[in-house]
């Protein structure tokens, strides 16, 4: 087990990766009594064509990650859920466009429910009959999303976004697509995602890193996994432009959504200039638009937005994408004013004043995420599957600078690159 020191956050993480190729990170919290284990495959509803080494690329239908994060918590037994309980854990898991992740939470029984999460994750059980089952369980609900306003207005800016990359389709599949799935395409996609050299074990909280790593080893040792060759994704080729710059979805709500963002048009960056990307992006968006900013107070007191209003920056190597919006009785009016204040930064550049205190801001909110270990194993499996470290978020914060938050603010806001989603109710 190797430690990784990071002084300047006085954390120390120790790390091993196994002989069957399964990486295990442990971050000891002395004086924590909560423990978070995440147990995470890189593996998310983008990866709908692939292929393993040199073999024959397989297209699989949309939203099959998702399916298969159902399916792994039926047992022969019976539902894992209520092992966890059992053993006082809460476990959980969640598909993304790019991971799919299994947690638990607990303050008891530690190695038993470190175990539990391993183990069921690596016992899948699919028969004909299950795999049915599911499809009307989920379908119940893709519907219900598709009533859901947030849901409808966040996913319509990401179609509106992107032609052909597979980030603008729900990462449940389409009714459509779940009926195409059966039980041997699930096999087929767990074993070359679930492989343990696709996979990542975290665990952080009041744990001893020595008898966490005897624990794993023992547990895989006794298991054999064959050798799998490199997980090649591939994806049609994107079109710089937005698909659909005006959107506007029909549904009965008490208060339009507007959602807006810019797409960037260079991907393929490398993980260190992806992460600065990000970290860039997300700080030049504050110091614009976040509840400090200027902006944000005057479309707060002329009562166009409401504390819904946000933006967020989404980066992986295959697309990227800011994203800004919420509730508004006047989307058409929001955009014009957004669009205006973007207009002026563009010209006059970014207030020192306030990107000053943005940045502080970040940095605090950085600082702050390290004392819950629910954000800490999020935040790093997510970085960790872009081959990046997020422990070099906080120096990236602390070394930008307002030279840096201009050049990206005149990068990213091309006008040529902005979609627009809206969910408003129908005419009567």
Known sequence: ????????????????????????????????????????????????????????????????????????????????????????????????????????????????????????????????????????????????????????????????????????????????????IDKETLYRCYETFYHPSNMLLFVVGGVDAKEVFELVRRNQAAKNFKPQGEIRRLFEEEPTSVKTPHKVTKLPVSLPKCMFGFKEKNTGLSSEELLRQEVTSKLMLDVLFGPSSALYEELYESQLISDSFGTEYNANPGYAFSVLGGDTPNPEQLLARVKAAIEQALESGLDETAFERSKRKKIGGYLRMLNSPESIAGEFTRYRFRDSDMFDVLPLYESCTLEQANARLLEHFDFNQLAVSIVEKPEA
């Open 1 to 180: 087990m190797q430690p990784l020191e990071y002084k300047g956050v006085q954390e120390t993480l120790y790390r091993e990766v196994l002989d069957n190729g399964l990486e295990v990170i442990v971050l000891p919290k002395e004086g924590f009594h909560k423990t978070y284990a995440t147990f995470s495959t890189k593996y998310g509803s983008v990866d709908n064509w692939f292929a393993v080494g040199d073999g024959e690329a397989v297209k699989v239908p949309d939203g099959i990650a998702h399916f298969l994060e159902h399916k792994m918590f039926e047992e022969p037994t019976g539902d894992i859920f209520a092992t966890f309980a059992s053993q006082g854990a809460s476990a959980n898991a969640f598909t993304s466009f790019d991971r799919t992740v299994y947690l638990f939470s607990a303050t008891e029984q530690i190695p038993a429910n470190i175990e539990t999460l391993i183990n069921f994750v690596q016992n899948p059980y699919f028969t004909d009959t299950n795999v049915d089952k599911e499809k009307g369980i989920i379908e119940q609900e893709i519907n219900m999303y598709k009533d859901n306003a947030d849901w409808r207005v966040y996913f319509g800016l990401i179609d509106a976004l992107y032609h052909t990359h597979p980030v603008h389709i729900d990462i449940a599949g389409t009714v459509e697509s779940i009926y195409q």
